[in-house]
T-cell receptor, first 113, second 112 residues
Framework: DAGVTQSPTHLIKTRGQQVTLRCSPKSGHDTVSWYQQALGQGPQFIFQYYEEEERQRGNFPDRFSGHQFPNYSSELNVNALLLGDSALYLC????????????FGEGSRLTVL | QKEVEQDPGPLSVPEGAIVSLNCTYSNSAFQYFMWYRQYSRKGPELLMYTYSSGNKEDGRFTAQVDKSSKYISLFIRDSQPSDSATYLCAMSANTGGFKTIFGAGTRLFVKA
């Protein structure tokens, strides 16, 4: 049973560029949440997708956007990258949106130079 | 004030010790309480999942929730070097959809 898979695992960008991160949820899961984890900090909620719509959003600017596809996979897009966007981006899947039982991928580590 | 407060540590204990990890929170709407373990450069993995107040035990791990005090705990008995990791508390509420909020994480080192 495949768990949550994320790609790419590592990437380096420069300020002002755009990045797209991808996530495939655990088999049978239909909800995807994205988190940003800075070094030494806990994960910060970015947004949650369910039924291809953004259902909840954290305190992140509009530069952060996402999408969920009919097969439940998801993308996170970040535009106009800033140095402060350097972090581990975690995707978590769950069955239904009404649960806190999240299953995480290994993350995509983004470095902005 | 953060919604969830967690002492970042680090916490260093000898092998076999009982470890106590704690979090406090401010939002009384939280209903679901979780503990995640995160090894270096890995994603968090779910350890314990509880609903409302009470205790839950799973092997060497016991989770406690005291909603009246807005306080949750995780106890690890007979700690092992393999327990060395960062432990994240997390909680969520049904407010027209779930948004799980995490603490900062406590780094635990278990010395052999």
């Amino acid at each position: 049973d495949a768990g949550v898979t994320q790609s790419p695992t590592h990437l380096i960008k420069t300020r002002g560029q755009q990045v797209t991160l991808r996530c495939s949820p655990k088999s049978g899961h239909d909800t995807v949440s994205w988190y940003q984890q800075a070094l030494g900090q806990g994960p910060q909620f970015i947004f949650q997708y369910y039924e291809e719509e953004e259902r909840q959003r954290g305190n992140f600017p509009d530069r952060f956007s996402g999408h969920q596809f009919p097969n439940y996979s998801s993308e996170l897009n970040v535009n106009a990258l800033l140095l402060g966007d350097s972090a581990l981006y975690l995707c978590a899947s769950s069955l239904g949106q009404n649960t806190g039982e999240l299953f995480f991928g290994e993350g995509s580590r983004l470095t902005v130079l | 004030q953060k919604e969830v407060e967690q002492d970042p540590g680090p916490l260093s204990v000898p092998e076999g010790a009982i470890v106590s990890l704690n979090c406090t929170y401010s939002n009384s709407a939280f209903q679901y309480f979780m503990w995640y373990r995160q090894y270096s450069r890995k994603g968090p993995e779910l350890l314990m999942y509880t609903y409302s107040s009470g205790n839950k035990e799973d092997g060497r791990f016991t989770a406690q929730v005291d909603k009246s005090s807005k306080y949750i705990s995780l106890f690890i008995r007979d700690s092992q070097p393999s327990d060395s990791a960062t432990y994240l508390c997390a909680m969520s509420a049904n407010t027209g959809g779930f948004k799980t909020i995490f603490g900062a994480g406590t780094r635990l080192f278990v010395k052999a």
